[in-house]
């Protein structure tokens, strides 16, 4: 399949920003692009003609423009689970007094579409947008482990297993078979694997054809949480995982 240069380049620039890096000078994007200062500066001068780039007078530094958030927020807006799910996050973080999430796939990461925060606990490194790995959370435990084996191979093929903490798995043999663990429980559950002194379990979503389209979560805070109230979270949390994908097509076994 033939790629147009100018577009891929461009393309690339804009994955260039992210919350560590929201601003950069041409000079530097040069560097990182490996191209010419006129090359760079010609792809600039068109992302920001079209609002997707932006660039401060004062400082010369570039950095997103607000269409790349408009054109987000429409893409949120027309996912029908997010719409489908919020009440239900309302309603687990109200029963649970916790933070609640909804993550879906893209790729190799989970991508947080929607969190109701909780004062109980707050979660700092969540919020709607941002990514997260598969392999240290439960979110992501949960988004993989009820695919089929071939395709749980395909993305977990050349899968960086970053190290986030001392209880980080890091390799795929030990993922595996986490994987298989949460298939038999049924939930997902991360304890300070991406976090310190955070813990979190989720179920998948799924919708009419039996496809995991999401996960939603529930995310404490070690030291205020015991054992038995966690599994009184779990139970909550998979009969809210059980009617919400009821509601998203899923004909839910009749107990």
Do not use: W
């Amino acid at each position: 399949m033939p790629i147009i240069q100018s577009l891929d380049r461009a393309l690339r620039i804009l994955d260039l920003f992210d919350e560590h890096t929201t601003e950069l000078k041409i000079t530097h994007i040069s560097e990182l692009m490996g191209l010419h200062k006129s090359t760079v500066h010609s792809l600039l001068k068109t992302l920001q003609m079209h609002g997707y780039i932006d660039q401060d007078l004062e400082s010369g530094k570039y950095r997103l423009g607000l269409k790349l958030f408009e054109r987000g927020n429409f893409v949120i807006h027309s996912l029908d689970i997010r719409l489908l799910a919020k009440r239900y996050l309302l309603d687990l973080s109200l029963k649970t007094g916790q933070t609640t999430h909804l993550v879906i796939l893209d790729g190799k990461e989970g991508v947080y579409v929607d969190k109701v925060e909780s004062p109980m606990a707050t979660i700092l490194y969540s919020r709607v947008g941002r990514r997260i790995p598969l392999h240290c959370s439960a979110v992501g435990k949960a988004l993989i482990a009820f695919r089929e084996q071939e395709e749980i191979q395909k993305i977990l093929h050349g899968y960086n297993y970053t190290k986030k903490t001392e209880f980080t798995i890091i390799n795929e043999t030990d993922f595996l078979s986490e994987l298989e663990k949460v298939r038999q429980q049924e939930y997902a559950i991360d304890s300070q694997e991406n976090e310190p002194g955070v813990r979190c379990i989720a179920v998948p979503i799924r919708n009419h054809e039996n496809q995991v389209i999401a996960a939603i979560s529930i995310s404490t805070l070690l030291a205020r949480i015991n054992e038995t109230q966690l599994q009184e979270f779990v139970v909550l949390l998979k009969q809210t995982g059980s009617e919400l994908s009821e509601q998203m097509g899923y004909p839910v076994p009749i107990l």
